[in-house]
């Protein structure tokens, strides 16, 4: 039996001025498999599901609901928008990183603009530590602290200012021959052991953190403490503060939610921020969106996180917009936002890497780099196109360098 999974696209008549009616939406049902995925796991020795006889393969893809872009003005390359410099995309695998991939790949463009070094970051480098600060909490907290693969932008900051970054060359966290990254083994082995500690009552500290680092050992291999670049020794962190030039206090974290005062200090009240961090700016939505363009528009990139299950993307056309039949554009305000906060329609869903925008037809588009597997289904490998509406109402979160936020930040209580 076919599953049907909404997913579906703004459609935007084309040649249409900024004062005239945008059509109604309406969609149609497709078969849709996400065959980049399906490439992992063929590459892992798992079973293909699209494998197999003809008519196995039709009942086993998903039939979705989306737009019929036949007539859509929509960007259709990379080439059309302004852009920072960043990296050539790369995919996460089959693991739950894209927290350290987006944000590395921010702290990537970041190297460049100050010091104009192109310069690839270590993402497991910092994936392997933060699974020991995680494991670490889940033992202080005897088992109340959340384990799993996610975790936000900003956790890529604090492990930078705790251990340092190394450039991808020092660490690879593959095997000899891996093509992708695959925690799934790994993670599976991490939180049975740590869940046979709370059955147990066994809060030993040293000995469970260093059984966590023998296990991120074995599938990552074992983090360095000294690296060599262009021909100097040094540490992770000397090679942060001299050559990459990061200074972690320099990043600010935004978030717009009703739930605390506006121009305050908050946490940002979602699951993967495990650490329960307060130190998120909040700030109206106009606030929010006004910086992330400003932002862009600057040379400054911006690191996302929020929502990518909704109905109006097409991987096949790289697109994310807000269909009008979800809400008119003209009714996206913080209530709007709020409302689907907390009915669980929108979710902390991926993070990902804002570098490009474009003004097509009146409007705003910003490019998107996206380590995530859907993002590979399309003409632009690694790269989605999203209006500026999906941006309003979707993204809940936003990491950005303090100079691109000082005027705002003057308003902040």
Known sequence: MKRITAIASLFWACGMTATEQPAENTGVYEEYENKFYNEIKKELKEEDPSAGSGQAKKDELELVYKMDYTSIDIPESVDEFTTVWCND???????????????????????????????????????????????????????????????????????????????????????????????????????????????????????????IKSILDEHLGPPPSEIEYKGEKMSPKEFTENIAQINPDDYVDFISTLESPYFEKAEYAVPDNWWHDEEYNNVPLADFIKLIDHSVRNGYSVALGGDVSESGISPEKDVAMIPSYDIASENINDHARQFRFKNGSTTDDHIIHLVGYLEKNGENWYLIKDSGSSARNGNNEGYYFYHEDFIKLKTLTFTVHQDAAADLLKKMH
């Open 89 to 211: 995309p790369l995919s996460q695998g089959r693991t739950g990183t894209c927290w350290s991939f987006g944000a590395s790949s921010f702290y990537e463009s970041e190297i460049q603009r100050l010091t104009k070094q192109e310069i690839k970051l270590s993402e497991l480098y910092i994936v392997y530590w933060e699974y020991v600060e995680k494991a670490r909490e889940y033992i202080t907290t005897k088992g109340e602290s959340r384990f799993t693969d996610g975790s936000q932008p900003n956790a890529v900051t604090r492990m930078i200012k705790e251990y340092g970054v190394v450039p991808a060359e020092s660490y690879s966290g593959k095997k000899e021959g891996q093509k992708f990254h695959d925690h799934k083994a790994m993670f599976d082995k991490m939180s049975r052991y740590l869940e046979s500690l709370e059955k147990d009552s066994n809060w030993n500290e040293p000995d469970a953190l260093l059984a």
